[in-house]
């Protein structure tokens, strides 16, 4: 599921949300390949239940590698 949901997100969710939402959440249905976006994981899963009551949630952090971190780095690189 982990590979699917991050090659929905690389291929077609990370152009329509990055900017302008870096630290927030995605939750990406990884049958639909629906998302939405949130300042946290409870409101972005929410919301897609919402709309896909159904969904096969995935949940990344905008700009990171994972939502939580444990001493990794951003994924923006600084210019």
Known sequence: MQGRGNEIYQSQVRQQVEEGNHGKIVAIDIESGAFEVADNTIAATDRLYERYPDA????????????????????????
Do not use: E, M, N
């Not at 096969?56 to 600084?78: C, D, E, M, N």
């Open 56 to 79: 096969q949630p995935w949940v990344i952090r905008i700009g990171h590698r994972a939502v939580y971190r444990f001493g990794s780095r951003s994924l923006k690189q600084t210019v």
